[in-house]
Nanobody
Framework: QVQVVESGGGLVQAGGSLRLSCAASGSIFSINPMGWYRQVPGKQRELVAG???????NYADFVKGRFTISRDNAKNTVYLQMNSLKPEDTGVYYC?????????WGQGTQVTVSS
């Protein structure tokens, strides 16, 4: 059984920073891709950033230059450093981990950016 647990959300003022963490457990290895989606009010869930087991990263255009994804393979943990946050970044952020054909999701963590 794979478990994915996010932490680090909260309330921050525009221009501020937050760091999200996501720990995966249960037959998860360093080769498994991981990443973050978000669901903002009124929109479908959208990819924020992903990282392969080898450390290759990809980002949505709307976060390039502001967000950085990284991982600690020894801990099966992925991080999302979010800087220069904007009110439109407000939403629920979901971590995922891929294992074979399956994608496992965390429960989500709320990020609220006030103007």
């Amino acid at each position: 059984q794979v478990q994915v647990v996010e932490s680090g959300g909260g309330l921050v003022q525009a221009g501020g920073s937050l760091r999200l963490s996501c720990a995966a457990s249960g037959s998860i290895f360093s080769i498994n891709p991981m990443g973050w989606y978000r669901q903002v009010p009124g929109k479908q869930r959208e990819l924020v950033a992903g990282i392969s087991g080898g450390g290759r990263t990809n980002y949505a255009d709307f976060v390039k230059g502001r967000f950085t994804i990284s991982r600690d393979n020894a801990k099966n943990t992925v991080y999302l450093q979010m800087n220069s946050l904007k009110p439109e970044d407000t939403g629920v952020y979901y971590c995922f981990v891929d294992r074979g054909a399956m994608r496992y999701w965390g429960q989500g963590t709320q990020v609220t950016v006030s103007s």
